[in-house]
C-alpha cells in the first residue's frame, strides 16, 4: 500500500485488509482505507498506557475486557460477512462486555467503550469520521481524550440510539463510565503521567 499515503480513493474490504503487510497500520471506515502512521508520541503512550492499566486492573475477574491497539475492531452491517466487512479500526482501547463479539481476529461488533487519544495525524478523524461510525453502529460510550488541552470529551449514546451533547472534563475531574459507575479516574492523576520534554 505505501506509508506516504495518508488517505485512499479507493474502496477497500476486510477482504483486501487481511492481505496487506503486517508492518503497516490502517483502518477502513466505510472502505476508505487511512494510514495509522506515524507512530503515537511518547504523551499519547503513556496515557494510553495509564487508562489502561486502571481500566483492565478495574475489570479483573469481570465478565468485561478490555483490549489495546492494535487490535482490529470490525464494525459488522447486517448480513455482510467477515471478507465484505468495510469499517474496520484500531481505537486506542476499546472494552468488550460480550465475549461473543470476540474472536481471533479481534472484535466484531460495537464495543461497549471505545477511548481515543487524540494525535495531530489523527485527531480529525477521530473527531469526525470516528465519532459518526461509532454512534451509527451502537457503540454505548466514546472517550476522547486531548493530551495538549487536558481535557476530556466523553460522548454517551441515548435511548434514542444517538449521542448525547458532548460532556467536557478538565484535568481536575473524576470521571466514570456510565456502564462502570465504581471505576472512578482521576484526570489529574491520568494527566500526570505525560512526560516534561525538553
Known amino acids: 500500500m505505501g506509508l506516504p499515503i495518508r488517505k485512499t480513493e479507493k474502496r477497500f474490504s476486510y477482504a483486501d485488509y487481511k492481505a496487506w503487510p503486517d508492518d503497516e497500520r490502517w483502518e477502513l471506515i466505510d472502505g476508505v482505507a487511512y494510514c495509522m502512521s506515524p507512530a503515537p508520541t511518547s504523551a499519547h503512550q503513556a496515557l494510553v498506557t495509564e487508562f489502561l492499566w486502571r481500566i483492565a486492573a478495574f475489570l479483573h475477574g469481570k465478565p468485561c475486557q478490555a483490549f489495546v491497539a492494535p487490535f482490529d475492531v470490525r464494525?459488522?452491517?447486517?448480513?455482510?460477512?467477515?471478507?465484505q466487512v468495510v469499517n474496520v479500526v484500531q481505537p486506542d482501547i476499546v472494552v468488550y462486555c460480550d465475549p461473543g463479539k470476540i474472536d481471533q481476529r479481534g472484535g466484531k461488533g460495537a464495543?461497549?467503550?471505545i477511548i481515543e487519544v487524540l494525535s495531530p495525524a489523527t485527531a480529525a478523524r477521530d473527531q469526525r469520521e470516528k465519532l459518526a461510525l461509532y454512534e451509527r453502529f451502537g457503540v454505548d460510550e466514546y472517550w476522547l481524550v486531548h493530551p495538549g488541552d487536558r481535557l476530556l470529551t466523553i460522548f454517551r449514546r441515548e435511548e434514542s440510539g444517538v449521542y448525547a451533547r458532548a460532556q467536557v472534563f478538565d484535568e481536575e475531574a473524576t470521571v466514570a463510565a456510565t456502564r462502570f459507575p465504581e471505576l472512578n479516574l482521576s484526570l489529574t492523576e491520568i494527566f500526570s503521567v505525560i512526560p516534561e520534554l525538553s
Open 75 to 83: 464494525l459488522v452491517e447486517a448480513d455482510a460477512s467477515d471478507d
Open 111 to 113: 464495543p461497549d467503550w
